[in-house]
């Protein structure tokens, strides 16, 4: 199988791939993150076509301009923003759209127009312009939705304890990719054939796609499926973000009374060795609400809700590799302390204390 055979089994894989993903995710057999998961399947879906001319060139055995297709150049024009769609629903599971959010169809429109103006003979200044929007498109929607989950990985501090599998870390090399592909569509488009991209760059491209499957079908449900609580979380991570004028919920005489109490609980129920707390669990523990308890924990203590538990299971691990009679490994300690895997152990411990597990111990 010479290069040019090979480049070709690896362009079926990729849009087989995507394909196959796409449907996955659209079908969602494992019902979580819904409307994320069917904004994502449609990006996936979007980003096979760009693979099409060479698709269809195997079939025929003749060359097939698919790209410039006025339709397919419109629907391809939008992946940028289907995918910034699916991270504001992973994200935020409760957004709905508002008329506000017609801005979404301005870069939309004005490329619409474009072509129209391409397709009635002003090729030159627009075809060009059209290729400018392209790249506008791509940095604007990768460059916010980077912004939007680097947010949201501050957010979900102030509920969760363990934030690895809900952290979307995933999605940010998938932005990366995202913006190298536009790139080089408008690159290729510019500079040399489009008709095909070499052999090294699809090679790259399967081993990302493959990466993607595997973290986006392991993604689990980010937020309580119970509505009520779901948006209470919501709500709370919305009011953490002003850090100007912090609203005052409760007095300051329920403040010190809720705050003794959580203390008081944390030393003798020790749930932070539980490593599925959240805030629900430990307001519930309290008999408070969760938007109370994340303001006693973000006023009272001054840190977030990740931050206090996972002192107390730092403190508690320190205890452990201290003693000389404990038999267990790093791994042990860690599952002990309440972390729920290795790496997130490692992060915090050296984050808190500014030295390994191991090198604590020794």
Request: proline fraction near 2%; include cysteine.
């Amino acid at each position: 199988m010479n290069t040019s055979e090979f480049n070709s089994f690896i362009v079926i894989l990729i849009y087989g791939s995507l394909v196959l993903l796409s449907l996955l995710k659209l079908a969602n057999p494992l019902k979580v993150n819904r409307k994320a998961n069917f904004w994502f399947g449609i990006f996936l879906f979007l980003w096979s076509t760009f693979w099409m001319d060479e698709i269809l060139f195997l079939i025929t055995d003749s060359t097939v301009e698919f790209h410039s297709l006025f339709l397919i150049r419109f629907i391809q024009y939008l992946t940028p923003i289907v995918f910034y769609f699916s991270v504001l629903f992973y994200t935020n599971p409760s957004f709905k759209f508002k008329l506000t959010d017609s801005k979404f169809l301005i870069l939309p429109v004005a490329f619409l127009v474009c072509l129209l103006l391409v397709r009635w003979g002003y090729y030159n200044p627009f075809d060009y312009l059209s290729i400018i929007l392209i790249l506008i498109q791509a940095l604007f929607y990768t460059v916010f939705s980077y912004i939007t989950i680097r947010k949201h990985q501050r957010k979900i501090q102030q509920f969760s304890s363990n934030t690895e599998g809900i952290n979307l870390n995933w999605l940010e090399y998938i932005i990366l990719v995202l913006l190298i592909v536009n790139i080089i569509y408008v690159i290729y488009n510019l500079f040399y054939d489009p008709k095909s991209l070499n052999f090294f760059i699809n090679t790259v491209f399967l081993l990302v796609i493959y990466f993607v499957a595997y973290y986006s079908l392991k993604q689990k449900e980010i937020y309580p499926l119970e509505e009520k609580q779901r948006d209470e979380l919501i709500a709370i991570n919305d009011d953490s973000d002003s850090e100007e004028i912090k609203r005052k919920l409760i007095s300051d005489e329920e403040l010190e009374k809720i705050k003794t109490s959580l203390e008081d609980i944390m030393e003798t129920h020790k749930p932070y060795l539980d490593s599925e707390l959240n805030l629900i669990r430990l307001a519930e523990m309290l008999s408070v609400s969760t938007h109370h308890l994340s303001y006693v924990i973000n006023t009272g203590f001054g840190k977030n809700f990740f931050q206090y538990v996972n002192e107390f299971r730092v403190d508690y691990a320190k205890h452990l590799l201290k003693k000389t009679d404990n038999k267990l490994s790093i791994l042990g300690i860690a599952y002990e302390s309440g972390f729920n895997s290795k790496t997130s152990f490692n992060t915090t411990f050296k984050k808190m204390t500014g030295q390994t597990p191991s090198e604590f111990r020794k």
